[in-house]
C-alpha cells in the first residue's frame, strides 16, 4: 500500500505539458525574465521582413540615378524595422489578454508565461511605436512631403489593430491582405518614394515581390497555429480556407516573387542571383509540406524570412550593379 501510494504521489507531482492540445491549461514559465526572454518577443526571424522592402526600395531608387540617398535610407530601415517590433510586442499583449496565446505551439509570450504583466509589454510594444514615429517625422520634414504623416498614422493603426482593439482584423482572416500591402507595397514604395519622388517600374515589382515574402511567413506562422487558432476562435486564413489550402497558397506566394526576378532580369541581368535565395525558399517549401509536428514550421518560417533577405539583396545589387 505504500509503495502504491508513492508511486501516485510521484505521478501527481510531475507537470502536466501541453503539446498543442487545446483541451489542457498551459503552464504559468517560473522565474524571472532575462534579456533572452525580451529578445525572443520581439521575434528577430519576422525582422528580415522589415529589412527587405527597404532594401529593394532603395535599391530600386538608386536604378534611376547616381546619388545614394542613405541617410534617408537609414531612416526607413529605422521606421520599418521598429514598427515590426513594436507590433511584435503589441501583438504579445493582444494575443495574451484574450488567450489565443496559451495554447500555442511555438516559444512562450511573455504575456501568456505570466511572467510580464500586460500593461508592461503594451508600454514597450509603444514605445517602438513611438521610435518609429520619431524616424518617419524625420524622413517627413527632410523630404517635406507632408502628407506622408497620415501614411504613417494608417501604418500604426493597422499594426495595432492587426491583435489589438474590439474586433482585429487579424482574426477575420484579412492578416495576409494589410501584410502584404503594408509590408510590401508601402514599406517598399514608400522607401523609393521618399528618395527620388517617383515609383519606377522595378520599384511596384520589388514591392509586389516582398508582400508575397511577408504573406507567406505569415502563412507558415498560422499553419503552425492552426489548431489552436480554431479552438480559441481565432479566425486566420489558414483557418478559414484549411491545411492543404495553406500549403498551396503558400508555395505560390514564396514562388512567384522568382518568377518576378526572372521578368525584371530582361531589364537587370544580375536579377538572376535572386535565384540563389531559393536554396532557403526551397527546403521552407518542403518542410511546409512534409512536416509532421507543428514546431517544424517555426524552421520554415525562419528559412523564408531568410530567402527574403537574400532575395532582396540580390535585387539591390541588380538595381545598382
Known amino acids: 500500500m505504500a509503495a502504491s501510494s508513492n508511486r501516485k504521489k510521484s505521478t501527481q507531482s510531475k507537470p502536466t505539458r501541453t503539446s498543442g492540445n487545446p483541451a489542457r491549461k498551459p503552464i504559468v514559465e517560473a522565474g524571472p525574465v532575462t534579456a533572452r526572454d525580451w529578445i525572443g518577443a520581439a521575434r528577430l526571424r519576422t525582422l528580415p521582413l522589415a529589412v527587405?522592402?527597404?532594401?529593394?526600395?532603395?535599391?530600386?531608387?538608386?536604378?534611376?540615378?547616381?546619388?545614394?540617398?542613405?541617410v534617408i535610407a537609414l531612416a526607413c530601415l529605422a521606421v520599418a524595422v521598429l514598427l515590426q517590433i513594436g507590433v511584435n510586442f503589441t501583438n504579445d499583449y493582444s494575443d495574451g489578454i484574450r488567450g489565443t496565446d496559451a495554447q500555442r505551439v511555438g516559444p512562450a509570450r511573455l504575456t501568456a508565461s505570466g511572467r510580464v504583466k500586460p500593461r508592461t509589454v503594451l508600454v514597450i510594444g509603444l514605445i517602438f511605436f513611438a521610435l518609429a514615429a520619431a524616424a518617419g517625422l524625420a524622413i517627413v520634414i527632410r523630404t517635406g512631403q507632408w502628407w506622408m504623416l497620415a501614411v504613417g498614422a494608417v501604418c500604426i493603426a493597422?499594426?495595432?489593430?492587426?491583435?489589438?482593439?474590439?474586433?482585429?482584423?487579424g482574426y477575420y482572416g484579412l492578416g495576409e491582405v494589410f501584410v502584404f500591402v503594408f509590408f510590401g507595397l508601402v514599406a517598399t514604395l514608400g522607401t523609393t518614394w521618399v528618395q527620388?519622388?517617383?515609383?519606377?517600374?522595378?520599384?511596384?515589382?520589388?514591392?509586389?515581390?516582398?508582400?508575397?515574402?511577408?504573406?507567406?511567413v505569415l502563412l507558415a506562422n498560422n499553419l503552425r497555429d492552426i489548431d489552436q487558432d480554431r479552438a480559441v476562435g481565432k479566425r486566420t486564413l489558414s483557418v478559414l480556407i484549411g491545411r492543404r489550402a495553406t500549403q498551396v497558397l503558400y508555395t505560390v506566394f514564396v514562388l512567384v516573387p522568382f518568377a518576378?526576378?526572372?521578368?525584371?532580369?530582361?531589364?537587370?541581368?544580375?536579377?538572376?542571383?535572386?535565384?540563389?535565395?531559393?536554396?532557403?525558399?526551397?527546403?521552407?517549401?518542403?518542410?511546409?509540406?512534409?512536416?509532421?509536428?507543428?514546431?517544424?514550421?517555426?524552421?520554415?518560417?525562419?528559412?523564408?524570412?531568410?530567402?527574403a533577405l537574400l532575395y532582396a539583396g540580390a535585387l539591390f545589387w541588380a538595381f545598382v550593379g
Do not use: N
Open 52 to 70: 527587405a522592402p527597404v532594401v529593394i526600395g532603395t535599391g530600386a531608387a538608386r536604378s534611376t540615378g547616381p546619388e545614394f540617398h542613405w
Open 158 to 169: 493597422a499594426a495595432w489593430f492587426y491583435t489589438g482593439g474590439k474586433r482585429p482584423y
Open 196 to 216: 527620388i519622388f517617383d515609383l519606377p517600374q522595378q520599384a511596384w515589382l520589388g514591392a509586389i515581390a516582398a508582400g508575397l515574402f511577408a504573406c507567406a
Open 260 to 307: 518576378i526576378s526572372s521578368f525584371l532580369a530582361l531589364l537587370f541581368p544580375i536579377a538572376w542571383l535572386a535565384l540563389m535565395a531559393l536554396l532557403a525558399a526551397l527546403p521552407a517549401i518542403l518542410i511546409v509540406w512534409t512536416y509532421r509536428r507543428a514546431q517544424e514550421l517555426v524552421v520554415a518560417l525562419g528559412l523564408t524570412s531568410l530567402a
